[in-house]
């Protein structure tokens, strides 16, 4: 084979790669390419920087209407347990308080990259605690849209969509319960 022959092959191998890679990233599956999300949370400019010596006090000024069970920081993780105390709870009112966690976690700190947060039912009188909700939720795969449709998801079941991009994982007993049949 002569040299015209591989320099023609390499043009056309180049040439073929710079219109096939584009189109094989246009099949990538992800969430936030179903809608169509650019802008991702990013903290203001004047973002707390979370440790573990101003933990309790950031996490702290949050006002939720269910109660912080525990809290940890480690490595860019924030895990958190909301406990829920009251069987008459709506739905919405645990929507808008994740929503409210994850807003504080990825616009109001600087190096929150991923929340792990679990909603937990809690019988005082058993003394038992069973899990509810559970959601991992990261910075650069969420956006303010999808913050605010989680904040403004009323009494239902949480549309699939939100359910992937947050990575919800809900208990029967959540379902039973809380959004009923």
């Known amino acids: 084979m002569n040299r015209t022959w591989w320099i023609g092959a390499a043009m056309l191998l180049t040439a073929a790669s710079a219109v096939l890679l584009p ?17 991702t949370l990013s903290p203001g400019s004047s973002g707390v920087v979370l440790s ?17 069970g525990s809290v940890d920081w ?31 976690a990825f616009r109001n700190t600087e190096n929150v990259d991923q929340v792990m947060l679990r909603v937990i039912a809690e019988d005082k009188w058993l003394g038992t605690a ?16 999808l ?14 969509p939100l359910m992937a991009a947050f990575r919800i994982s809900e208990s029967n ?9």
């Open 52 to 68: 573990n010596r101003n933990l309790v006090d950031a996490v702290g000024s949050l006002t939720l209407s269910l109660p912080i």
């Open 173 to 181: 007993l959540w379902k039973n319960q809380f959004i009923g049949p």
């Open 23 to 39: 189109k094989l990233e246009s099949l990538h599956s992800s969430e936030l390419r179903a809608h169509g999300t650019v802008e």
């Open 74 to 104: 480690e490595d860019g993780v924030l895990s958190l347990d909301l406990k829920v105390t009251d069987s008459s709870l709506q739905p919405k009112e645990v929507y808008a308080a994740m929503a409210k966690t994850f807003d504080f």
């Open 147 to 160: 913050l605010g449709e989680l904040e403004m998801t009323d009494n239902v079941p949480l549309p699939e």
């Open 130 to 145: 069973r899990l509810l909700l559970a959601a991992d939720a990261r910075r650069r795969e969420l956006s303010p849209e």
